[in-house]
């Protein structure tokens, strides 16, 4: 409950800053999703105010987090193969416990987007996408083909 409480926020967070732009109703809630299931948008919107936008940790956010947000340009050299499964565990949360980043602290973005949009189909879709831009931003050099 506390990580999905963490991506609320981060969503939040990243979002901000367009909702606040935009005139709204006091009735009308903030949206916490996008439109966009690109993988390159939803971690610009989700994982790049921890993580930076090229993915190195550097995000906005870093600073003020109690754990140093993974380089995620690096998942490949570290194991000479990008390890999908592990990110994708690591994201949804699915099958393993989340020890993320040497805390639990990372949202779990699965239960975060599945609370978020009731399409499982989109939700599927954003989870997949954003995997595949994180495997997208290893380093060209660090790449086993």
Excluded at 12 to 23: C, M, P
Excluded at 117 to 137: F, G, I, Q, T
Excluded at 140 to 145: A, G, M, Q, S
Aim: with cysteine.
């Amino acid at each position: 409950m506390r990580s999905i409480a963490c991506g609320v926020l981060c969503a939040l967070l990243s979002l901000g800053v367009e909702v606040l732009a935009q005139t709204r109703t006091p009735q009308t809630p903030p949206v916490l999703t996008i439109d966009s299931l690109a993988g390159k948008d939803t971690f610009n919107a989700y994982c790049a105010p921890c993580h930076g936008g090229s993915g190195a940790g550097d995000g906005p956010l870093a600073p003020v987090l109690r754990a140093v947000p993974a380089d995620l340009r690096s998942l490949s050299s570290r194991r000479g193969y990008y390890p999908r499964e592990d990110v994708v565990a690591f994201v949804t949360g699915d099958g393993r416990p989340i020890a993320a980043h040497g805390t639990s602290d990372m949202p779990i973005w699965g239960a975060v987007f599945r609370s978020l949009d009731p399409s499982d189909a989109r939700v599927k879709a954003r989870l997949r996408n954003v995997v595949d831009y994180v495997e997208s931003l290893q380093r060209l050099d660090d790449r086993v083909r």
